[in-house]
């Protein structure tokens, strides 16, 4: 029994199939397909949905305006071969996330793919670029806006868009759109069908605006995500940049964070701060070679609202750059001022030990002093120099690409 029912579950992630259709025959297309990394905040920690074979859970969206067609299709469902077995409501859980209005028909969804001409994108432009399409052997238009919560239709084109966090971002939440503190950024792909120019959604930032005292604000970015069609073409680069450059423009903001980043986009941040740091006085290379100054901190801080923890990122890695690491005595001076830096928490460990050993009983102190084990402290030091190290390559690599 138990093995029979087994063959009615299906994987989450590889059952919910996603489209951006731009033409009628991208629907039955499936080189147009994609499937959502994550899918556990509606089917549960292991991602499984029971009760059917051949679960297809489509969600569609036309590639600018995001009309959705939303079907569930499947072989076969476990009620007609066990009477006493209910199903998993995979249907019920999705509505739970789409706004209403979706399409349920095929047809009637291609129909409105005629209407994606009228599409056009939401608020100010702020920045135009182009990248080369070599499949395409041209260079594609790309616009990145700044989008108010009033444009008119926003709201609803908002509610269709963030549907895509569940899918691709591990602990994703939907904001309170109420809240005039939220700043949207959109990225559109100019692209031309039968003649006329149209637009198609490429991926988008909020920044919520954190009050400083007295008289500042800290925009704080809390969802980034570049469609997957888009991934790995330098959007994300691009939109981070262009939102970097629209707040420095304003003498309110006090610098720019992030709301609990993901790996991905810590090194996309420090990719897109060396950028523009490098253009900076104080990070000449002249400059460089002296060591992480004061003026440094304050020159990110007053020109670019970098915050002084990231500044002395972007310095580590410019000083990597202009480092011949070959020359044994050079390369020593520079890991020595990398690993003084990792070596805080470790400080901050002998500060708590020393306290310890005040108010512990032998036995209990002995327990903690294993856990701070010197040798152990120093492997775990030199890994973290290794990791640190190759993460600055790869950015200086990339700058070198740009």
Request: proline share 3%; glycine share 6%.
């Amino acid at each position: 029994m138990e093995k029979k029912l087994a063959e009615y579950k299906c994987d989450t992630n590889e059952a919910i199939c996603l489209k951006l259709v731009r033409f009628p025959e991208d629907v039955d297309d499936e080189g147009t397909s994609f499937h959502p990394e994550y899918s556990h905040q509606l089917y549960g920690d292991d991602e499984v949905a029971f009760g059917y074979k051949g679960l297809q859970i489509q969600l569609y969206y036309s590639a600018g305006s995001l009309t959705t067609l939303f079907k569930v299709k499947y072989s076969s469902k476990v009620t007609e071969k066990f009477e006493c077995v209910e199903p998993d409501d995979v249907e019920g859980k999705i509505r739970e996330i789409i706004p209403q209005g979706f399409c349920g028909n095929t047809d009637d969804f291609i129909s409105l793919l005629e209407k994606e001409a009228n599409f056009k994108p939401f608020g100010n432009l702020i920045h135009t670029y182009s990248i080369h399409n070599e499949e395409a052997g041209e260079d594609i238009t790309y616009q990145i806006h700044k989008v108010e919560l009033a444009s008119s239709g926003f709201r609803e084109y908002h509610g269709r868009l963030q549907t895509f966090l569940m899918w691709f971002i591990e602990t994703a939440s939907f904001i309170d759109v109420d809240d005039d503190r939220w700043d949207f950024f959109l990225v559109f792909e100019k692209y031309n069908k039968d003649g006329e120019t149209l637009f198609a959604t490429v991926g988008y930032m909020t920044v919520y605006n954190y009050y400083v005292y007295p008289d500042k604000t800290r925009p704080r970015v809390s969802q980034m995500l570049i469609l997957p069609p888009f991934q790995g073409e330098g959007h994300g680069a691009q939109l981070l940049e262009t939102v970097h450059r629209f707040y420095c423009n304003s003498p309110k903001v006090q610098d720019i964070t992030a709301e609990d980043p993901s790996e991905n986009y810590v090194k996309l941040r420090d990719f897109v701060l060396v950028k523009l740091c490098q253009a900076l006085q104080s990070f000449s290379a002249d400059k460089i070679s002296l060591g992480f100054s004061e003026d440094m901190a304050i020159e990110a801080q007053e020109k670019l609202k970098i915050n002084k923890k990231h500044a002395r990122r972007v310095y580590e890695i410019l000083r990597l750059r202009a480092t011949d690491m070959s020359n044994e005595e050079v390369a020593r001076a520079y890991r020595l001022e990398v690993k003084k830096r990792l070596f805080g928490p470790y400080k901050k460990n002998q500060r708590e030990l020393t306290k310890m050993r005040k108010c512990l009983r032998p036995e209990e102190l002995a327990s903690q002093v294993s856990q701070m084990d010197t040798q152990l402290q120093h492997e775990e030091l030199e890994r973290g120099y290794q990791d640190v190290l190759g993460e600055y390559r790869r950015i200086i690599e990339r700058l070198a690409r740009a």
